[in-house]
């Protein structure tokens, strides 16, 4: 019988983690079954706790239950311990134990896959959620020159800031947190979009003059061009979409449980309708 993963969440009928994985499991030769389970909002616990009783061996955790999976696991490694956000679970023996690749897939997609240099750029996270929470220790363990968390709240923004500064392994002598209307004059070289506001159309209250030359715009949501991209690109700014991002942390997820890192390029072709 093939070995049970699936990704929960609530919605997750969208989700393109199935296909993603069965492509990384072709790839590699793992016999494994990988399916959608929606959760309710207040039955999440219940969801994780049956799927590992049935025999389930991993699952990936997306919106709106990464905070919870921190509180769940019996412990956390990695990333996840910063992030205090999980979003890749394990059943180790009689322990699940959680780790969240959502930032190493967005470092590994900037530097390998779009060739952008982090170290020494001035970079805009925008939003304060779980999606900043999970990106933002691998994007300072890059050294960037400065790193701006930019929140419609800016009381969300100093929190998630002075937890970073908690930790003083981490390069956080360039962490600030500002409001959107503190960012008037400033340039930045890579624009990260961590919010949700493309789901409905809208984007942050950003300046006109915000990209520098040569500036990378990356939106974390992908299959869509969202108000932000398209507001980057008229204005010069290079746009990438998530995409690539959910490819590199799912396969980040799948050597965690298998052992194995797939090549995540043919399967970014793939999704893109390239192969």
Known sequence: MSDRYAVIGNPVSHSQSPLIHAAFARQTGQDIRYDRLLAPLDGFEDTVRRFFHEGGHGLNVTVPFKREAWDLVDRCEGGALVAEAVNTIKREGGELVGYNTDGTGLVTDLQRNLGITVSGRRVLLMGAGGASHGVLQPLLECRPALLVVANRTPERAGSLVRHFH????????????????????????????ATSAGLDGAMPPLPDDLFAPGAL???????????????????????????????????????????????????????????
């Not at 002598?173 to 990260?192: E, T």
């Not at 690109?233 to 449980?257: H, K, N, P, T, Y």
Request: glycine share 10%; charged share 20%; hydrophobic share 50%.
């Open 217 to 275: 715009a990356y939106d974390m949501m992908y299959g869509r061009e969202t108000a932000f991209l398209q507001f980057a690109r008229v204005r010069g700014a290079a746009c990438a979409d998530g995409l690539g991002m959910l490819v590199e942390q799912a396969a980040e997820s799948f050597r965690i449980w298998r052992g194995v890192r797939p090549q995540t390029a043919p399967v970014i072709a793939q999704l893109r309708g390239g192969a």
């Open 166 to 193: 908690k930790f003083a392994a981490l390069a956080v002598q360039g962490l600030v947190a500002k409001p959107y209307d503190a960012l008037a004059g400033s340039q930045f070289d890579l624009v990260i979009n």
